[in-house]
C-alpha cells in the first residue's frame, strides 16, 4: 500500500486567539506526530512512505494535484488540530477530487476529541484517536493483508472506520506505550532546513518530545491530568546527537512540562554535558516545577530559553484557571530561571470570563516586572472540551455546544468565539495590541534586546520581529 503522510496547504485555517496577521514571518514547526506515525510505519513494514509538508514546501493545491497523480497514493494520513481540520477537508476533496478511491485517515488533537464526529464527515474513510503509531500500522497492515471489508478491523483499538458508509468507533487504546521503543521521528521523509520559527535567531531548529502526558489541571488545557511517562535520558541524548550530526542546534522540546521528573532531566543534562553534545535548546515548564539545581544543569547543558505559563497578575482569575501556581511562586521561579543565566517567555492570557480592562493592564504590569526576554498576550479560548469550556457551559456564559457543531459540520465561516461578556472581540483584540505594546515599546526592553544581539542572523530575528511588533499584531508562540 502506497501512503502519503500529508500536511495540507493552508487554506481555510481558523484564526487563533493568536491572531495570524504574523504567518508569513512566524515560519514553520515540524508535524511530529505525523512524523512519529510514519517512522512506526517504515519500521513495522519496511516500506518508505512519502511525506509532503505543504506550508513550508510552498506547495499549494494546484501543486498538490500534481504531485499525487505522480505518487498515486492509496492512503493519505493527515494530522489535525481543531483549527486545521478545515484545510484537512480541502484537501481530501481535492485528493478525491484527483482518485476517488484514495482512503483518508485523520489522527491528531482534534480527532483524540471528535474520533465520532470526525469519522462521520463524508471523505473520511479512517479516525485514529490515542498514541497512532501501531494503530495505524496495524490499519495499513490489516488492509493489506486482508482488504477493506476485513472483520479484523474492529479488534484495532483506537481506530473508527466505515462499513457501508456507517461509523464504527472501536474502543479506546487504555494501554500506553513505552516511549524508549519507538524508532525516532521520521526526519530523513522532510527538509529539515526548512523549519524555523520567529525568534529562531538564525540556527536550525527541530522539535523534539522527551515526556507524554501532563498531571497540572490547568482547565484551559485539554492535556490536563494525564499519565505522564518519559522517555530515559539516554535514549533522549542518542536521538540529540542524531539532530546535532545532521545540523540541528536549536531544539524545542514540546513536552507540556519535561521538568515533572526532576531526577531523569538532571541526567539527561549530565549526558549531555559529559558526552560534550554543542547543543541550544528550549523547553516548556510550570514555575513550581523548578529549582535552583534543575535550573543550573538545564544552562550547563545549552537550554536558553524557558516557556512559563504565568497567565494572569490576579490570583482570583489563577484559581478560575485551576493553575495551581500562586504570584510568588511566579516570581519566586522567574528570578531563579534569571540568576541561572536562562531567557525565559511569559504566556499571559487577557479576556479571561469576569476579567475587567484594569486587572487586564495589571498583567502588562506584572510581564513588566517580570522582565522576560519575550511577552505573548492570547485571549482566553475556551479551546473544544477542555474544563475551561464545560466550565463556561455550565455557567451559561456559553449557551450550546458550539465546538461540537463545529466538530460535525465544519463551515469556513466559523470563527473562534471570545467570551468575556462585557468586551467584543473587536475590543478584546485592541487591548491586546496595546498590551503587547506596553511591553515591547518598554525603552529598557528594547535596550536590553539590542546589547544581547549575539550575530548577524540574531539581529536580522530582533529586527524582524521588533518591525512586526511595531506595525501589527503579534504571533509567535
Ligand atoms: C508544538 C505545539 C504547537 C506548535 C507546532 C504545531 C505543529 N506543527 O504540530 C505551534 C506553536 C505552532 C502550535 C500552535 C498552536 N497550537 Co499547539 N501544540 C503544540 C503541542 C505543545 C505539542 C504538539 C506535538 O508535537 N506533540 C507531540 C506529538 C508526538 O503528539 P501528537 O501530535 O498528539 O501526535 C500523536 C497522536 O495525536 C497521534 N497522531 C497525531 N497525528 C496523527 C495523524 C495520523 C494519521 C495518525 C494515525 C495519528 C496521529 O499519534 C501521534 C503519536 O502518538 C500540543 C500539546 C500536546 N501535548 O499535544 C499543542 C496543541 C496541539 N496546540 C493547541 C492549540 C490550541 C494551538 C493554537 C491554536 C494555540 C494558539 N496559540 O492560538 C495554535 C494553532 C495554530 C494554527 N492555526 O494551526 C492545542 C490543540 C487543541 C485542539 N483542539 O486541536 C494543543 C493540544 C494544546 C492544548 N492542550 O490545548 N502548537
Not at 520567529?198 to 507524554?212: L, N, P, V
Amino acid at each position: 500500500m502506497k501512503i502519503l503522510f500529508l500536511v495540507p496547504p493552508e487554506t481555510h485555517s481558523i484564526e487563533s486567539s493568536v491572531p495570524k496577521a504574523l504567518e508569513g514571518g512566524k515560519g514553520y514547526y515540524p508535524k511530529l506526530g505525523l512524523l512519529y506515525v510514519a517512522a512506526y510505519y517504515e519500521r513495522a513494514t519496511g516500506d518508505t512512505p512519502v511525506f509532503i509538508d505543504c506550508p513550508p514546501e510552498n506547495v499549494t493545491v494546484s501543486d498538490l494535484r500534481r504531485r499525487i497523480r505522480e505518487i498515486k497514493p492509496d492512503m493519505v494520513a493527515m494530522s489535525i488540530m481543531t483549527f486545521n481540520l478545515l484545510d484537512a477537508l480541502h484537501a481530501a476533496r481535492v485528493l478525491k477530487q484527483e482518485d476517488q478511491n484514495i482512503k483518508i485517515c485523520l489522527g491528531g488533537s482534534h480527532v483524540n476529541l471528535y474520533p465520532e464526529e470526525t469519522l462521520n464527515l463524508p471523505l473520511i474513510d479512517y479516525v485514529v484517536f490515542g498514541e497512532g503509531e501501531p494503530i495505524f500500522t496495524q490499519l495499513t497492515t490489516t488492509l493489506d493483508a486482508e482488504g477493506p471489508e476485513s472483520d479484523s478491523l474492529k479488534n484495532i483499538r483506537g481506530l473508527g472506520w466505515k462499513r457501508d458508509g456507517i461509523a464504527c468507533v472501536n474502543p479506546k487504546e487504555t494501554q500506553l506505550l513505552d516511549l524508549d521503543t519507538l524508532p525516532n521521528p521520521a526526519r530523513h521523509l522532510v527538509d529539515i532546513g526548512q523549519y524555523a520559527h520567529i525568534i529562531g535567531e538564525g540556527r536550525q531548529f527541530f522539535t523534539i518530545q522527551a515526556t507524554r502526558g501532563c498531571p497540572a489541571t490547568c482547565s484551559f488545557c485539554d492535556i490536563r491530568k494525564t499519565a505522564f511517562r518519559t522517555r530515559s535520558a539516554e535514549n533522549v541524548v542518542a536521538e540529540v546527537e542524531e539532530l546535532v550530526a545532521q545540523g540541528v542546534d536549536d531544539l524545542f522540546f514540546v513536552d507540556d512540562t519535561i521538568t515533572i521528573n526532576k531526577k531523569n532531566l538532571l541526567h539527561f543534562c549530565d549526558l549531555i554535558v559529559k558526552r560534550g553534545i554543542k547543543l541550544n535548546y528550549k523547553i516548556s515548564a510550570r514555575v513550581d516545577t523548578v529549582n535552583e539545581e534543575i535550573l543550573r544543569a538545564l544552562k550547563r547543558s545549552g537550554c536558553y530559553r524557558i516557556h512559563y505559563g504565568i497567565e494572569t497578575a490576579t490570583p482570583r482569575h489563577l484559581k478560575y484557571l485551576q493553575k495551581g501556581q500562586t504570584l510568588e511562586k511566579v516570581e519566586r521561579a522567574c528570578k531563579m530561571t534569571r540568576r541561572a543565566g536562562i531567557g525565559f517567555f511569559a504566556y499571559m492570557m487577557i479576556g479571561i470570563p469576569h476579567e475587567t480592562r484594569r486587572e487586564m493592564f495589571d498583567t502588562v504590569a506584572l510581564a513588566k516586572q517580570l522582565k522576560p526576554d519575550y511577552a505573548q498576550f492570547s485571549i482566553c479560548t475556551p479551546y473544544p472540551k477542555t474544563e475551561l469550556y464545560f466550565q463556561m457551559l455550565k455557567e451559561g456564559i456559553i449557551t450550546h455546544d458550539y465546538w461540537q457543531e463545529f466538530a460535525k459540520n465544519p463551515t469556513p465561516d466559523f470563527k473562534i468565539k471570545f467570551w468575556n461578556r462585557h468586551f467584543t472581540e473587536e475590543s478584546l483584540r485592541q487591548i491586546q495590541d496595546e498590551c503587547h505594546a506596553r511591553f515591547y515599546r518598554q525603552p529598557t526592553y528594547i535596550m536590553k534586546q539590542i546589547a544581547k544581539v549575539r550575530s548577524w542572523e540574531d539581529f536580522s530575528a530582533k529586527v524582524r520581529m521588533g518591525t512586526k511588533i511595531l506595525t501589527s499584531r503579534l504571533s509567535f508562540s
